[in-house]
Each structure stands twice: as C-alpha cells, then as structure tokens.
C-alpha cells in the first residue's frame, strides 16, 4: 500500500462540465505512472460523468485515487474569488521533495506552513535556494512592470492545471522568481481549477 492517495479538484457547471478536465486527467495519469498506481483513464472519466448526472449547481468536485485504483469523488462548496491573505512562509521548502510536484494526500509542508501563519488565510511559499514556489492551495502569480508571471516548475511547485492553460494561452510567463519580487509586485493573484483567478493581499513578509 501506498499510504497516501493521488487526488485532482476542479470546477463543475452545469453548462460546460468539468474545466479542464483532460488537463486533470493527463496530471493524474502522469502521476500514477511515477508512483505505480493503478490507473484506468477510462473509467475514471465515466465515474466522473455518473457522478455530475445528479449535480444541478456549479460545485467544486474533487476525486481522490487509491494505489489499487479504486477512485472517490464528492462535490464541496465553491469559495468565492474575494481577496484572500497571506504570509510568507516562516521556513523554506525543498524544492527536491517529489510530493510537492504531484498531488496527494500528503500535505505536512502545507500545513506546517498554515500552522505558522494562523493570522492569514494562505502562505506564500520559498525554497531553499531563496525562490518563490506557490501558495498552499492554488499557484502563484505576480504582476511586474505589467507582466503577469508564476514562478518556475523547477523551483519545486504542482504544477497546476489553470497555471498550464493560462501559459498555453500566454496569458502569464514562467520564471524563476526570488523572495524579493513579492516587494516589486504591483498585485498578487491565486490560481487554480476551482476558483480560477483571485486576488492576494500579502499581509506580512515574514
């Protein structure tokens, strides 16, 4: 046994499904093969569809994969896009941790970072070399000089669904970003499948 689930959450409306949900499932994919779970694309896609049949509201819907393959699914309520605050990480991550680049149930770094931080809603977090990577519960997106950028898959982030539409798009760019650019921002932004964009108010530093 793994000890852990593989898991994915995303927008549900009644007009146009799933967002993302192909993105959703290559990530998912991709994971399972790293860590040697059963996956079967195919049905994971008509649980999917089952499930939406009794939904009648836009929902997020999140789903969780065992290593044996057997698959969760349960809908929650969708949080509005208001602004949300946060702080900087009181300590860095490891931007080596492979569970930082997959989506699982293994959230320790997360909540040790929110622990730290009970005062905010979310934590800015930095790795060991000194380089923004994300927010515990969505990517991270700066606006410099008129730019819009999200720090560096090699910094040691998810890498998100909405952040790979949006670079498809050219929408934002990609780059390696040190703890200082939050100084030079002229606004912060969370993203991610459920709640798309929203905006950040950075509260504290450290």
Same mark, same amino acid.
């Given at each position: 046994?793994?000890?852990? !689930?593989?898991? !994915?959450?995303? /927008?549900?409306?009644?007009?146009?499904?799933?967002?993302?949900? +192909?993105?959703?499932?290559?990530?998912?994919?991709?994971?399972?093969?790293?860590?040697?779970? @059963?996956?079967?694309?195919?049905?994971?896609?008509?649980?999917?569809?089952?499930?939406?049949?009794?939904?009648? @509201?836009?929902?997020?819907?999140?789903?969780?994969?065992?290593?044996? *393959?057997?698959?969760?699914? !349960?809908?929650?309520?969708?949080?509005?896009?208001?602004?949300?605050?946060?702080? /900087?990480?009181?300590? &860095?991550?490891? $931007?080596?941790?492979?569970?930082?680049?997959?989506?699982?149930?293994?959230? +320790?770094?997360?909540?040790? @970072?929110? &622990? @730290?931080?009970?005062?905010?809603?979310?934590?800015? #977090?930095?790795? =060991?070399? *000194? =380089? #923004?990577? =994300?927010?515990?519960? $969505?990517?991270?997106?700066?606006?410099?000089?008129?730019? &819009?950028?999200?720090?560096?898959? =090699?910094?040691?982030?998810?890498?998100?669904t909405f952040r790979a539409e949006l670079l498809a798009r050219g929408e934002i760019q990609e780059e390696v970003l040190p703890v200082k650019s939050l100084e030079r921002a002229s606004a912060l932004f969370g993203v991610n499948s459920a709640r798309r964009w929203y905006p950040l108010e950075?509260?504290? #530093?450290?």
């Amino acid at each position: 046994m793994a000890g852990f !689930e593989l898991y !994915e959450a995303t /927008l549900w409306d009644p007009e146009r499904g799933y967002f993302l949900l +192909e993105r959703h499932l290559d990530r998912l994919g991709a994971s399972a093969a790293h860590f040697g779970f @059963a996956f079967d694309r195919a049905e994971v896609t008509r649980r999917l569809a089952e499930f939406a049949r009794d939904l009648r @509201a836009p929902r997020k819907v999140r789903w969780e994969l065992s290593a044996d *393959g057997s698959l969760f699914v !349960e809908d929650v309520e969708l949080k509005p896009s208001t602004v949300v605050r946060v702080a /900087l990480a009181r300590t &860095r991550i490891d $931007s080596r941790d492979e569970f930082l680049r997959h989506k699982t149930s293994r959230r +320790e770094v997360y909540q040790a @970072a929110l &622990r @730290a931080h009970p005062e905010v809603d979310d934590v800015v #977090l930095w790795n =060991e070399h *000194g =380089e #923004l990577t =994300e927010l515990c519960a $969505s990517n991270l997106v700066l606006e410099l000089e008129g730019r &819009r950028v999200t720090p560096h898959r =090699e910094s040691g982030l998810l890498p998100g669904t909405f952040r790979a539409e949006l670079l498809a798009r050219g929408e934002i760019q990609e780059e390696v970003l040190p703890v200082k650019s939050l100084e030079r921002a002229s606004a912060l932004f969370g993203v991610n499948s459920a709640r798309r964009w929203y905006p950040l108010e950075l509260v504290r #530093l450290q």
